[in-house]
Protein backbone atom coordinates (compact mmCIF):
# COMPACT_ATOMS: atom_id res chain seq x y z
CA UNK A 1 0.00 0.00 0.00
CA UNK A 2 1.34 3.46 -0.40
CA UNK A 3 1.72 5.36 2.42
CA UNK A 4 3.27 8.97 2.70
CA UNK A 5 5.65 10.49 5.17
CA UNK A 6 6.59 13.99 6.36
CA UNK A 7 9.14 15.41 8.96
CA UNK A 8 10.33 17.00 10.87
CA UNK A 9 6.63 17.30 12.40
CA UNK A 10 7.29 20.11 14.39
CA UNK A 11 9.83 22.67 14.68
CA UNK A 12 10.35 26.60 15.81
CA UNK A 13 12.99 28.43 14.41
CA UNK A 14 14.97 31.38 14.88
CA UNK A 15 14.21 34.53 12.09
CA UNK A 16 17.18 33.84 9.22
CA UNK A 17 17.85 30.66 9.60
CA UNK A 18 17.25 27.78 7.05
CA UNK A 19 14.68 25.19 6.69
CA UNK A 20 14.68 22.12 5.49
CA UNK A 21 11.10 19.71 5.46
CA UNK A 22 11.29 16.20 4.08
CA UNK A 23 8.66 13.97 2.36
CA UNK A 24 8.60 10.48 0.78
CA UNK A 25 5.79 8.75 -0.67
CA UNK A 26 6.22 4.99 -0.83
CA UNK A 27 4.33 2.08 -2.86
CA UNK A 28 4.06 4.10 -5.78
CA UNK A 29 5.97 5.61 -8.63
CA UNK A 30 5.91 8.92 -10.80
CA UNK A 31 3.18 10.34 -8.28
CA UNK A 32 2.62 13.99 -8.36
CA UNK A 33 3.59 15.81 -5.14
CA UNK A 34 2.47 19.13 -4.00
CA UNK A 35 3.17 21.68 -1.08
CA UNK A 36 0.69 23.19 0.91
CA UNK A 37 0.70 25.65 3.39
CA UNK A 38 -1.87 26.51 5.82
CA UNK A 39 -1.46 29.47 8.10
CA UNK A 40 -3.58 30.33 11.16
CA UNK A 41 -7.00 31.82 10.23
CA UNK A 42 -6.29 30.55 6.35
CA UNK A 43 -7.32 27.72 4.23
CA UNK A 44 -4.68 25.83 2.26
CA UNK A 45 -2.10 27.71 0.01
CA UNK A 46 -0.31 25.72 -2.89
CA UNK A 47 3.44 25.99 -2.88
CA UNK A 48 5.06 24.20 -5.36
CA UNK A 49 4.14 20.92 -7.04
CA UNK A 50 6.15 18.30 -9.47
CA UNK A 51 4.74 16.00 -11.83
CA UNK A 52 8.43 14.43 -12.39
CA UNK A 53 12.04 14.48 -10.93
CA UNK A 54 13.56 18.27 -11.64
CA UNK A 55 9.67 19.33 -12.68
CA UNK A 56 8.74 21.84 -9.67
CA UNK A 57 5.86 24.48 -10.71
CA UNK A 58 5.94 27.79 -8.10
CA UNK A 59 2.33 29.12 -7.27
CA UNK A 60 3.62 31.67 -5.00
CA UNK A 61 6.66 34.00 -5.46
CA UNK A 62 8.74 33.78 -1.73
CA UNK A 63 11.50 32.78 -0.02
CA UNK A 64 10.48 29.09 -0.59
CA UNK A 65 12.10 26.58 -2.70
CA UNK A 66 11.06 23.12 -3.77
CA UNK A 67 12.97 20.03 -5.02
CA UNK A 68 12.58 17.08 -6.18
CA UNK A 69 16.12 14.87 -6.29
CA UNK A 70 14.29 11.79 -6.89
CA UNK A 71 10.80 10.11 -7.93
CA UNK A 72 9.12 9.74 -4.66
CA UNK A 73 11.33 12.66 -2.43
CA UNK A 74 9.97 16.46 -2.51
CA UNK A 75 11.94 19.00 -0.91
CA UNK A 76 10.46 22.77 0.63
CA UNK A 77 13.59 24.47 1.99
CA UNK A 78 14.24 28.32 3.06
CA UNK A 79 17.78 29.70 2.97
CA UNK A 80 15.81 32.54 5.56
CA UNK A 81 13.04 31.88 7.25
CA UNK A 82 10.99 35.13 7.90
CA UNK A 83 8.39 35.69 10.68
CA UNK A 84 5.16 35.11 7.62
CA UNK A 85 6.76 31.41 7.06
CA UNK A 86 5.05 30.22 10.28
CA UNK A 87 2.32 27.53 9.93
CA UNK A 88 1.14 24.14 8.83
CA UNK A 89 2.70 22.74 5.60
CA UNK A 90 1.29 19.59 4.58
CA UNK A 91 3.21 17.41 1.55
CA UNK A 92 0.46 15.79 -0.48
CA UNK A 93 0.54 13.21 -2.95
CA UNK A 94 -1.43 11.69 -5.92
CA UNK A 95 -1.47 8.98 -8.41
CA UNK A 96 -0.41 10.35 -12.35
CA UNK A 97 -3.63 11.26 -14.05
CA UNK A 98 -5.76 10.44 -10.95
CA UNK A 99 -7.25 12.93 -8.74
CA UNK A 100 -7.56 11.70 -5.43
CA UNK A 101 -5.13 13.81 -3.52
CA UNK A 102 -3.76 12.45 0.00
CA UNK A 103 -1.63 14.07 2.70
CA UNK A 104 0.94 13.82 5.26
CA UNK A 105 0.94 14.57 8.82
CA UNK A 106 2.38 17.76 7.98
CA UNK A 107 5.05 19.86 9.57
CA UNK A 108 4.35 22.73 12.32
CA UNK A 109 6.75 25.62 11.94
CA UNK A 110 7.36 28.05 14.39
CA UNK A 111 9.30 30.99 13.38
CA UNK A 112 10.37 33.38 16.56
CA UNK B 1 -7.97 34.08 -10.40
CA UNK B 2 -9.70 30.73 -9.58
CA UNK B 3 -11.42 30.35 -6.39
CA UNK B 4 -13.47 28.32 -4.06
CA UNK B 5 -15.49 30.22 -1.61
CA UNK B 6 -17.08 28.11 1.36
CA UNK B 7 -19.53 29.23 4.50
CA UNK B 8 -17.58 31.01 7.11
CA UNK B 9 -19.30 29.03 9.91
CA UNK B 10 -18.81 28.13 12.38
CA UNK B 11 -21.79 25.77 12.38
CA UNK B 12 -22.93 25.04 16.34
CA UNK B 13 -25.40 22.05 16.05
CA UNK B 14 -26.63 19.70 18.31
CA UNK B 15 -26.44 16.31 18.06
CA UNK B 16 -29.24 14.97 15.48
CA UNK B 17 -29.16 17.88 13.42
CA UNK B 18 -28.44 17.81 10.05
CA UNK B 19 -26.08 20.07 8.75
CA UNK B 20 -25.43 21.52 5.22
CA UNK B 21 -22.32 23.20 3.91
CA UNK B 22 -21.83 24.90 0.88
CA UNK B 23 -18.97 26.05 -1.50
CA UNK B 24 -18.59 28.16 -4.91
CA UNK B 25 -16.22 27.90 -7.18
CA UNK B 26 -15.67 30.36 -10.14
CA UNK B 27 -14.19 28.33 -12.76
CA UNK B 28 -16.72 27.20 -14.95
CA UNK B 29 -14.35 24.53 -16.43
CA UNK B 30 -13.58 22.71 -12.97
CA UNK B 31 -14.03 18.77 -13.66
CA UNK B 32 -13.59 17.36 -10.07
CA UNK B 33 -14.66 18.16 -7.05
CA UNK B 34 -14.27 16.71 -3.51
CA UNK B 35 -15.12 17.15 0.52
CA UNK B 36 -12.22 17.06 2.93
CA UNK B 37 -12.34 16.85 6.98
CA UNK B 38 -9.59 17.81 8.68
CA UNK B 39 -9.60 17.59 12.68
CA UNK B 40 -7.93 20.32 14.76
CA UNK B 41 -3.97 19.91 13.91
CA UNK B 42 -4.21 17.17 12.23
CA UNK B 43 -3.79 16.46 8.00
CA UNK B 44 -7.16 17.05 5.24
CA UNK B 45 -8.25 13.24 5.00
CA UNK B 46 -10.53 13.12 2.07
CA UNK B 47 -14.09 12.42 2.54
CA UNK B 48 -16.27 12.06 -0.38
CA UNK B 49 -15.56 13.01 -4.12
CA UNK B 50 -18.39 14.24 -5.49
CA UNK B 51 -20.24 13.29 -8.88
CA UNK B 52 -22.67 14.57 -11.11
CA UNK B 53 -25.18 12.56 -10.01
CA UNK B 54 -25.02 13.38 -6.40
CA UNK B 55 -23.71 10.68 -4.13
CA UNK B 56 -24.10 9.51 -0.94
CA UNK B 57 -22.06 7.68 1.71
CA UNK B 58 -23.89 6.46 4.68
CA UNK B 59 -25.18 10.02 6.82
CA UNK B 60 -22.83 12.25 4.07
CA UNK B 61 -24.67 12.96 0.70
CA UNK B 62 -22.74 15.34 -2.14
CA UNK B 63 -24.07 16.92 -4.67
CA UNK B 64 -22.58 19.49 -7.60
CA UNK B 65 -25.05 22.18 -9.23
CA UNK B 66 -23.05 23.02 -12.69
CA UNK B 67 -25.10 25.47 -13.67
CA UNK B 68 -24.95 27.09 -10.27
CA UNK B 69 -20.98 26.44 -9.75
CA UNK B 70 -21.59 24.83 -6.39
CA UNK B 71 -21.21 21.80 -4.35
CA UNK B 72 -22.62 20.73 -1.54
CA UNK B 73 -22.92 18.79 1.52
CA UNK B 74 -24.90 17.50 3.90
CA UNK B 75 -24.67 15.68 7.09
CA UNK B 76 -27.77 13.48 8.29
CA UNK B 77 -28.11 12.73 11.99
CA UNK B 78 -24.76 14.76 13.21
CA UNK B 79 -22.95 12.64 15.90
CA UNK B 80 -19.84 14.25 18.34
CA UNK B 81 -17.64 12.78 16.17
CA UNK B 82 -18.46 14.79 13.36
CA UNK B 83 -17.14 18.36 14.19
CA UNK B 84 -14.11 19.44 12.45
CA UNK B 85 -13.35 21.63 9.74
CA UNK B 86 -14.82 20.40 6.47
CA UNK B 87 -12.77 21.79 2.90
CA UNK B 88 -13.69 21.60 -0.63
CA UNK B 89 -11.84 21.16 -3.02
CA UNK B 90 -12.04 21.54 -6.74
CA UNK B 91 -9.64 20.47 -9.86
CA UNK B 92 -9.88 21.89 -13.32
CA UNK B 93 -8.78 19.20 -15.22
CA UNK B 94 -5.78 16.67 -15.42
CA UNK B 95 -2.89 17.10 -13.32
CA UNK B 96 -3.78 20.82 -11.98
CA UNK B 97 -3.90 20.93 -8.33
CA UNK B 98 -6.63 21.02 -6.35
CA UNK B 99 -7.67 24.24 -5.15
CA UNK B 100 -9.30 24.38 -1.53
CA UNK B 101 -11.99 26.40 0.34
CA UNK B 102 -10.60 28.01 3.56
CA UNK B 103 -12.89 25.49 5.23
CA UNK B 104 -16.30 25.75 7.59
CA UNK B 105 -15.90 24.47 11.25
CA UNK B 106 -18.58 22.57 12.81
CA UNK B 107 -18.96 22.52 16.42
CA UNK B 108 -21.57 19.31 17.47
CA UNK B 109 -23.16 19.62 20.44
CA UNK B 110 -24.27 17.31 23.26
Known amino acids: SQTIHQWPATLVQPVGSPLSLECTVE??????LYWYRQAAGRGLQLLFY??????ISSEVPQNLSASRPQDRQFILSSKKLLLSDSGFYLC???????????FGAGSRLTVL | RKEVEQDPGPFNVPEGATVAFNCTYS??????FFWYRQDCRKEPKLLMS???SGNEDGRFTAQLNRASQYISLLIRDSKLSDSATYLC???????????FGKGTRLSVIA
Open chain 2, 89 to 99: AVQDSGNTPLV
Open chain 2, 27 to 32: NSASQS
Open chain 1, 92 to 102: AWRPSGANVLT
Open chain 2, 50 to 52: VYS
Open chain 1, 50 to 55: SVGIGQ
Open chain 1, 27 to 32: GTSNPN
